[in-house]
């Protein structure tokens, strides 16, 4: 290929990443691949004790293009009468799409009951994500997770994942079963692909973490052969030099300051056409003492030094 054909190729790459949205991220030699863009998991800046709408603020003044939020805060938001459409409105108003919300119904529970009641909360949690106009609740194996818990059947998983997913299709919200590495049940990442895809549904999707990948003991280079089990969200963090039995959520740290192959993984992300967001997800009780506007841009930041490596 001639030199010109090269330089041509490059300006136009350069060109495509000036015109991208807001924190979207093309590599300029990328060419074709897709954009990464930004999304705050408010569990980053949950220890400041805030209220929904700070938080949201806090997203949109960072510069984040997505909002993940829990669901106990939209419950606060909502006991104090504030109204759902109003926060949806908000946020898109701010430029700042709500991806996901982040719930613990026990969905995969053996107690047959308690399982009912889980999917009871699912579906109360649903309707407000659908007044918010967000469409992903996060479904981790809540109340299957600690080490007492008995170990179920990945069958069994996938058909109680279905169920809630054939309840999500009723109410146009897709669960994302997600991985978590300290967990009894679901802690691979393997393992949740498996429950995704034996569930029989058509909008089964998985929802990796990049802590959870580490704790779990799953492989990094696992993530090329995802392809669309992905729903558009991958939560992001680093974690330090420590021993798996060891480490625990508030030892995650800023994308690039720990030894994760964050690298090698948005490079398999792109690979396989990822085109969702990376939501950064931290739990460390450090950031929580700090002011959280600089915590959120303190993470987008290196998120986008990261992604472009």
Request: hydrophobic share 40%; with cysteine.
């Amino acid at each position: 290929m001639s030199s010109s054909i090269n330089r041509r190729t490059w300006l136009a790459a350069v060109s495509a990443g000036a015109a991208a949205p807001r924190g979207a991220y093309a590599s300029p030699l990328a060419g074709s691949e897709p954009a990464f863009k930004f999304c705050l998991n408010t569990a980053t800046i949950r220890g400041q004790n805030l209220k929904i709408v700070a938080e949201l603020e806090i997203a949109a003044k960072a510069g984040y293009d997505g909002f993940e939020p829990w669901v106990d805060r939209i419950d606060q938001y909502v006991k104090e009468g504030g109204s759902l459409k109003d926060l949806g409105k908000r946020a898109r108003d701010s430029g700042v799409s709500i991806e996901d919300a982040i719930g613990f119904a026990p969905w995969i529970v053996d107690d047959a009951e308690r399982r009912r009641k889980g999917l009871d909360d699912a579906k109360r949690i649903m309707g407000m994500l659908q007044e918010l106009g967000c469409t992903r609740l996060a479904a981790p194996p809540a109340g299957a997770n600690d080490q007492r818990s008995a170990a179920i059947p990945m069958l069994t998983m996938a058909e109680r994942y279905g169920a809630l997913c054939k309840l999500g299709e009723e109410m146009g919200i897709t669960p994302l079963a997600e991985h978590w590495g300290h967990s009894k049940n679901m802690s691979r990442l393997g393992e949740a692909v498996l429950v995704a895809l034996e569930s029989g549904h058509r909008n089964a999707s998985v929802l990796p973490d990049v802590y959870h990948l580490y704790k779990g003991g799953s492989e990094f280079a696992g993530i090329k052969l995802l392809g669309q089990a992905t729903a558009g969200i991958f939560h992001m963090n680093d974690y330090p030099a420590k021993p798996r039995a060891e480490i625990r959520d508030e030892h995650r740290i800023y994308p690039g300051d720990g030894v994760a192959p964050l690298k090698e993984l948005l490079r398999d992300l792109r690979a396989i056409g990822f085109r969702g967001m990376l939501s950064l997800e931290l739990f460390n009780r450090e950031y929580w003492k700090q002011d959280p506007l600089e915590v959120a841009k303190t993470g987008l930041a290196k998120m986008k030094a990261v992604a472009s490596m």
